[in-house]
């Protein structure tokens, strides 16, 4: 079969007014779907490459402008945008380096025009060589390795998990080793979430990443609607407490007090001990004390009877009445009394939403928190219904009223409350005492530096402190005066500098000559001022040594 010219011509015209075939390919179809076809650039080939572009085709694209920025992921970004455009359109790699140069604005574009000088060499500048220069400039290597440096120590902390994986999506650009398969990507990822929730996912061992961050953002919902439910409930129970004892001292008079007040005539007497009390109860009727008005106990027997002198108002016994007083005590207060004693657990717990420096110590009677400690909380600070006298390890008393009353303490997704009492404290910043451990039924593991708690109705669950691999074999200054009080013996050692004679025996070349050096040789003779002759016979030349012979 013949072809005609025109044939030809209009075969090869054809080719070039086709409309643009879908490709079939799903790599085909991604680069379609990231550039679409725009109005007036060239067809588009089975590849998805414009064919024949021209920089009007590029700029039809609508790539961005670049023109300075401390951000490194915005040069990042910059790079990877102009990237994609090239991978749509059919140009050569000068023309890639010439369309990215034209897209330099302001300072960039200052810059570009004197590097441009350096890099032509009789020959035209490529992609490569202009991206080069560009990460010179805006994202040097000594930058590049502090973004690898926050990759590696990258940590959930205040973040929520939908801001942690960004974060972590963006630095992972820059340590691309580090997240080298699937399965190390959803490590390191699971690694840095926060210890409640890496606990909750790694027993789920996922290998997947994108499953890890689905459970973390689960778990951490789930977390939220337990704490507000909690809270929820916290608020709840103490109205309905309030509300109670309002609805008692209003409403639920005893039936001695309902039979008095039928009983009392018009004039307020009271048929039992023919007085009057002014509404208050006949003390005679109920059996409380005379003196302080409760029960269980005769005038004669109250505790409280120093108080009230007899033969003066009660007035001025009121006056005279102080403060209450309680005493208490604390075994360790610094890392030195931790370290000293094996009886107590040292760790991190989450206070709120802050993690502090926590000692556990079941030989003290309260818990306790620091001042600078109650700044970052931020509570409020209540005064205490008595003052505190607190034992320390040194033997001294430290009066306390203060106190932070509801504190949440964390230990896994477990949230328990405890009153901290405010004391001055400064390798810690609270100490769990026994008071917070018995309400929580909770047993200390000393050796195994582990708290169990076995609350009932729920399952047991522990929190294990730090190790100490070589522990000081040291006791505090309070138990050692107990001890000496209880008869036992002690020794007060101390070291003497004692600086040895000098003798024959250590001094070299000089030990060689016993006979010489006399044994009492305090040391090598002072220098002196003494000028060292020989003095020869009269009429004597001198003597040397020539090369040939002796000579007079």
Same mark, same amino acid.
């Given at each position: ?9 209009? !075969? ?48 039809? /694209? ?91 120590? /990258? ?140 029960? !269980? ?77 109650? !700044? ?80 009932? !109705? ?36 101390? %070291? ?24 009492? /040789? ?13 003095? %020869? ?16």
């Amino acid at each position: 079969m013949t072809v005609t010219p025109l044939e030809w011509v209009l !075969g090869r015209d054809r080719v070039d007014i086709m409309p643009p075939r879908r490709a079939t390919s799903s790599q085909n179809n991604q680069a379609n779907d990231d550039v679409p076809p725009v109005e007036g650039l060239s067809p588009v080939s089975a590849e998805g490459i414009y064919r024949g572009s021209s920089f009007d085709d590029f700029k039809k /694209l609508g790539p961005p402008y670049f023109s300075s920025t401390s951000d490194p992921t915005g040069v990042e970004a910059w790079i990877m945008k102009i990237e994609k455009f090239f991978d749509v359109i059919d140009c050569s790699e000068e023309q890639k380096a010439s369309y990215a140069a034209f897209m330099l604005d302001k300072e960039a574009n200052h810059w570009w025009s004197m590097t441009k000088r350096l890099l032509e060499d009789q020959r035209s500048i490529v992609w490569s060589q202009f991206r080069e220069a560009f990460y010179k400039k805006y994202f040097p290597d000594s930058v590049r390795q502090q973004k690898v440096g926050e990759s590696v120590r /990258l940590e959930q902390g205040n973040l929520t998990v939908a801001q942690y994986e960004a974060k972590f999506t963006e630095l992972s650009r820059f340590a691309p080793q580090l997240i080298a398969t699937e399965k190390v990507k959803a490590l390191k990822f699971q690694d840095g979430l926060k210890p409640y929730l890496k606990n909750k996912i790694s027993i789920l061992k996922l290998s997947v990443y994108s499953e890890v961050v689905d459970r973390a953002l689960i778990a951490e919902k789930d977390n939220e609607e337990l704490h507000q439910y909690r809270e929820q409930q916290r608020k709840r129970n103490k109205n309905e407490g309030a509300h109670s004892n309002q609805a008692q001292k209003r409403y639920a008079p005893s039936r001695n007090q309902n039979k008095r007040k039928a009983a009392q005539n018009l004039d307020g007497i009271c048929p039992t001990c023919g007085k009057k009390h002014g509404g208050r109860p006949c003390y005679r009727e109920t059996g409380a004390c005379f003196g302080c008005g409760k029960q !269980g106990h005769m005038v004669r027997d109250c505790p409280e009877s120093k108080k009230f002198v007899f033969g003066k108002p009660k007035e001025e016994n009121k006056n005279n009445r102080q403060k209450p007083k309680a005493q208490g005590r604390v075994f360790a207060m610094t890392y030195g009394d931790a370290q000293a004693t094996s009886d107590v657990v040292t760790g991190t717990l989450r206070i709120h939403t802050l993690f502090a420096r926590a000692l556990i110590d079941p030989g003290s009677t309260h818990s306790f928190v620091s001042a600078s400690f109650v !700044g970052l909380l931020g509570m409020s600070i209540d005064n205490m219904d008595f003052d505190l006298f607190v034992a320390t390890p040194l033997g001294d008393f430290v009066v306390v009223n203060k106190i932070l009353r509801d504190c949440c303490v964390m230990i896994g997704y477990r949230e328990m409350t405890v009153d901290l009492v405010l004391l001055d404290l400064q390798d810690f910043d609270v100490i769990l005492g026994m008071d917070w451990l018995a309400s929580y039924h909770a047993s200390v593991d000393c050796f195994g530096k582990r708290v169990t708690f076995s609350i009932p !109705g729920q399952l047991d669950f522990s929190f294990e402190g730090k190790h100490v691999d070589k522990p000081l074999r040291m006791i505090l200054a309070l138990r050692a005066s107990s001890l000496l009080q209880k008869g036992c013996q002690g020794f007060l050692a101390y %070291v003497v500098n004692e600086e040895n004679d000098l003798k024959l025996e250590d001094i070299p070349i000089v030990r060689d000559y016993p006979d010489v050096f006399p044994n009492d /040789l305090p040391g090598l003779p002072p220098e002196r001022k003494v000028e060292f002759t020989i003095n %020869v016979a009269p009429g004597t030349a001198s003597i040397f040594k020539a090369l040939t012979g002796w000579h007079l």
